[in-house]
C-alpha cells in the first residue's frame, strides 16, 4: 500500500510540475456555490457561537494539558522506521477507548464526567454509559479532573449542536441557510462542525479510493498512508455521540524542519492530508481551534 500510494503521489506532482492545484477562500468568488454544492455537510461558527464561560474553560483545560505534559510526541511506524509525530497529541474521552494509527495505539484520559456528577447532564436523550472510574475515585489532581470536565462540556455542546444541524438538514435546509452556517473565526476560538451529507461524503470517498493519497508525503512527518473504505450510501442514524477527543498541539516556533504543503502551496504544514480510517464513513466530527496567547499564526502556515 505504501509503495502505490508513494508511486501516484510521485506522479501527481511530476503532473503538477511547478503549478498548484486551485482552491477557493472564503472571500473568493465561487465559494459560497462551491460550499453548498459540494460541502453541504460542512458548517463552521464563529467562536460567539459558544457560550462564553465554555470557551474559558476549554481553553484553559487545554492549557492545564500542555503544563501537566499530558500532550506528547507519538512514536510511530512509517516505511519500516520509527519516527516522532510533528505534533503533540493527547486522548480524553471515555474510559477504555483508545484510538490507533500508524501501529500506535492511544489510550484515554477519562473525562471524569459522569457517576452522580449531577452538574453534567447527558449530552443526548440516550447517552453513552460512563463506566466506573479506576481504583473506585475520580483523578487525584484536581486541575486536571477540572479539565477534562470541561472537554466534556465542550463534547456535550457538539453533540446537541451537530444533531440540531442534521434535523435541520433533514428538514430540507442546507448548509447556506438559517443560522447553521456561520464563516469566519471569533477572537477566542473556532468550532467546525462537519455531519452527515451522504453526497459530498460518497464523493469524496469515491476520490480517496481512487487516489489512495499518502497521508504525510514524506516519512519525517510521522504519518503513513491510509486504507480506503467502500463508500455507504446513507447517513447512519440516531443521537450524535462522541466518545473521545483528540488534542493536537503544535507551537510554529519550535518548529523549524516543516516541509512545505505539495499540492495546493499553502505553506508549511506540521501534518500532510489524510483519510482518518478510524472515523465511522458518513459520521459526523467536530473540530474546535485555538492558538495559544503569543501564539501568532505565521502567513502561509497551515
Same mark, same amino acid.
Given at each position: 500500500c505504501v509503495c502505490v500510494c508513494a508511486v501516484q503521489r510521485r506522479r501527481l506532482l511530476q503532473e503538477l510540475g511547478e503549478q498548484r492545484i486551485p482552491f477557493l477562500s472564503p472571500s473568493d468568488a465561487g465559494f459560497q456555490q462551491l460550499w453548498e454544492s459540494s460541502y453541504a455537510g460542512l458548517t463552521v461558527r464563529k467562536a460567539g457561537a459558544l457560550p462564553?464561560? /465554555?470557551?474559558? @474553560?476549554?481553553? *484553559? =483545560? /487545554? *492549557? #492545564?494539558? /500542555?503544563?501537566?505534559?499530558?500532550?506528547? @510526541?507519538?512514536?510511530?511506524? &512509517?516505511?519500516? @522506521?520509527? &519516527?516522532? #509525530? =510533528?505534533? *503533540?497529541? =493527547?486522548? &480524553?474521552?471515555?474510559?477504555?477507548?483508545?484510538?490507533r494509527y500508524l501501529d500506535t495505539r492511544l489510550f484515554t484520559i477519562p473525562w471524569h464526567c459522569g457517576d452522580g456528577d449531577e452538574s453534567c447532564p447527558p449530552a443526548t436523550p440516550t447517552p453513552i454509559p460512563t463506566p466506573p472510574v479506576p481504583d473506585g475515585g475520580p483523578c487525584c489532581d484536581t486541575d486536571l479532573r477540572v479539565a477534562c470536565k470541561a472537554l466534556w462540556e465542550l463534547n456535550r455542546f457538539f453533540c446537541v449542536d451537530i444533531q440540531r444541524h442534521n434535523n435541520s438538514r433533514r428538514g430540507g435546509g442546507t448548509a447556506g441557510e438559517g443560522s447553521d452556517k456561520r464563516g469566519g473565526s471569533g477572537p477566542a476560538g473556532e468550532a467546525t462542525a462537519s455531519g452527515g451529507g451522504a453526497e459530498d461524503r460518497v464523493l469524496e470517498e469515491k476520490e480517496q479510493r481512487a487516489e489512495k493519497e499518502e497521508v504525510g508525503g514524506d516519512s519525517n512527518s510521522g504519518q503513513g498512508c491510509s486504507r480506503a473504505l467502500d463508500p455507504p450510501t446513507a447517513t447512519p442514524s440516531g443521537p450524535v455521540q462522541f466518545n473521545i477527543t483528540l488534542i493536537n498541539y503544535m507551537d510554529p516556533r519550535g518548529m523549524t524542519q516543516l516541509k512545505q504543503e505539495p499540492y495546493y502551496g499553502m505553506g508549511k504544514m506540521a501534518v500532510g492530508w489524510h483519510h482518518d480510517e478510524n472515523l465511522v464513513p458518513l459520521s459526523p466530527l467536530a473540530v474546535y481551534s485555538y492558538s495559544c496567547p503569543g501564539e501568532t499564526k505565521t502567513e502561509g502556515e497551515v
Open positions: 462564553g464561560d /465554555l470557551h474559558e @474553560r476549554v481553553q *484553559s =483545560a /487545554l *492549557s #492545564t494539558l /500542555l503544563q501537566r505534559g499530558c500532550l506528547l @510526541r507519538d512514536l510511530v511506524r &512509517v516505511r519500516d @522506521r520509527d &519516527v516522532f #509525530t =510533528a505534533v *503533540s497529541r =493527547a486522548l &480524553v474521552g471515555q474510559p477504555g477507548c483508545t484510538y
